[in-house]
């Protein structure tokens, strides 16, 4: 038992060393981070929605705390093998750290020091390793496996994973505390040329969740296992491709471009029907057809691939972002610049398609090309090349599995069709006729609209459904199917118990 402990006690000194040296190589070559990132990138899609489902949000710190885990039980196998074979320990922790350092060095935008951190805290941990597996009795003929040894290897293992918790701890807290985090408390954001759009009296409803979603609340999804730090002092755009005038613009060309501030309804492709990988905000930047036409893409150039500080890229049909919709390159949230988690300091923003073909966080490229020359991030992992939002409803109140008493009872919640607009949602008790909802006023199409109906309860165990139909005609279709690959479908429904 004590050598499995020293070699867990030796794998925490070597993930605190290298959290302190990823301060300095970069944050995502730290091995946890490194190696998180290549299962990532190459899960399956089936188990991405899996964990989207079970953990939501917190599907990176449930990867992150997996890795952690596996590595914790990798050590504990290597800590029993050196009190038998040290030979057979010292190649377990080279292969600890050849995979981390592989796994850095192939990440996008590596640097020379990449595999500095994991090859690093391979070193130490070999020496911590040795340290205290001669303080086992397996190693030491001379010395009984008494209270006193006891004693003096625990007290030996808590300095080590003290000193190792003080230094990853450290290490993460200077890497959130980066160039892009300073930048941004000091950004005042410009003001936009025209007002701000007002949200209609009534536009909010009693039970649905806020019209607008507080920047807190937003949901965040992406591939991202340690947030990126872009310094705007340094972040440039190259619009390049199939263009006749590429661009290359910096923060100080960007701020002196036109903004406007505009709501803006963006939803998650794994979204599950009731969901809530949705969100709406108000959004500061400036339009990206402006960027494109002076770009002046040439003939053929479907789809503009964007490319995030991190790798990740996403394809979007050039002509949704052309057609006059509010598709920005934005840099402001809710009246505040960019929180670092969503994008900070430019991000994409498209109404009317899924986020994975469009809302590319800490953007720094813009490729015009064809569909059928280049398979955005998710496309080769079985998702659909272009991404149109469905049309959705949601019941916010009452929730699932709750119980109401008799009487009228307020349903209400959002729908939505992101560029085409809400033009009904209806409601259906039981197996009943569908019954119109009073549909509340939105800012545009752009936007997801609140609705409420009430309903004459009576005793008994209910179930309440909700559809709707956008502005082009088109119902929000019964059938139901999975997100992959291109959005859920069905109608989402309550069980509701009355008496």
């Known amino acids: 038992m004590r050598a499995g402990l020293a070699g867990v006690a030796a794998a925490a000194a070597a993930l605190g060393l290298a959290e302190l040296a990823a301060v300095f190589a970069g944050a995502r070559s730290a091995p946890l981070v490194a190696v998180g990132g290549v299962v990532v990138d190459h899960v399956p899609a089936g188990v991405k929605d899996f964990a989207i489902a079970a953990f939501g949000t917190h599907d990176k710190t449930a990867l992150l705390t997996g890795t952690a885990i596996l590595l914790g039980l990798y050590a504990f196998g290597v800590g029993v093998l050196a009190v038998r074979r040290w030979a057979l320990a010292v190649a377990g922790i080279a292969l600890f750290g050849a995979v981390g350092a592989a796994a850095a060095w192939t990440r996008p935008g590596a640097g020379a020091g990449a595999p500095v951190p994991a090859l690093a805290g391979a070193v130490l941990a070999g020496f911590v390793l040795r340290h205290l597996v001669r303080l086992t009795p397996y190693s030491r003929s001379d010395e009984p496996a008494d209270g006193e040894s006891r004693r003096r290897f625990l007290k030996q293992v808590g300095i080590v994973g003290a000193v190792a918790a003080g230094g990853g701890l450290a290490g993460r807290w200077l890497t959130a505390r980066g160039a892009a985090t300073a930048a941004r408390s000091e950004l005042t954001l410009p003001a936009a040329s025209g007002p701000r759009p007002a949200v209609p009296a009534g536009a909010q409803v009693n039970g649905a969740v806020p019209y607008v979603t507080p920047n807190e609340d937003f949901y965040r999804i992406d591939t991202a296992l340690i947030t990126p730090q872009v310094d705007p002092a340094t972040w440039t755009l190259r619009i390049h491709g199939m263009v006749r005038n ?27 029907v009731g969901g809530d990988l949705i969100g709406n905000a108000l959004w500061l930047g400036t339009p990206i057809k402006a960027l494109l036409d ?48 969503h994008g900070f300091p430019v991000r994409m923003v498209v109404p009317g398609l899924y986020g994975y073909v469009s809302a590319c966080k800490w953007i720094t490229g813009i490729e015009l090309t064809r569909f059928s020359d280049f398979d955005a991030y998710w496309v080769p992992r079985g998702w659909s090349a272009q991404g149109p939002i469905k049309t959705g409803s949601r019941i916010d109140t009452p929730r699932d599995r709750t119980r109401r008493e008799p009487g009228p009872v307020v349903v ?30 939105a800012v545009s199409d752009g936007t997801w609209r609140q609705w409420t109906h009430t309903w004459d309860a009576m005793p008994g165990q209910h179930v309440l459904r ?13 059938e139901i199917a999975d997100p992959a690959p291109d959005g859920a479908t069905g109608w989402h429904q309550v069980t509701v118990s009355v008496g």
Not at 246 to 271: F, G, H, Q
Not at 294 to 315: F, H, K, M, N, Y
Not at 466 to 478: E, F
């Open 466 to 478: 909700v559809r709707a139909t956008d502005l082009d005609g088109h119902p929000q279709t019964s």
């Open 294 to 341: 002076e770009a002046d893409p040439l003939p053929g150039a479907d789809q503009v691939v964007q490319r995030s500080i991190d790798g990740w890229t996403c394809g979007t049909p050039t002509a949704a972002l052309r057609d006059g919709r509010d598709a920005l390159l934005a840099i402001g949230m809710n009246g505040e610049p960019l929180p670092v988690d």
């Open 412 to 441: 209400a919640g959002v729908a939505w069709a992101q560029h085409r607009g809400i033009a009904k949602v209806e409601v259906q008790v039981d197996e009943g006729p569908w019954e119109t909802a009073a549909l509340a006023p």
């Open 246 to 272: 590429p661009i290359t613009i910096t923060w100080a060309d960007l701020m002196k471009r036109p903004m406007v501030e505009r709501y803006v309804t963006l939803a998650c492709v794994s979204n599950e």
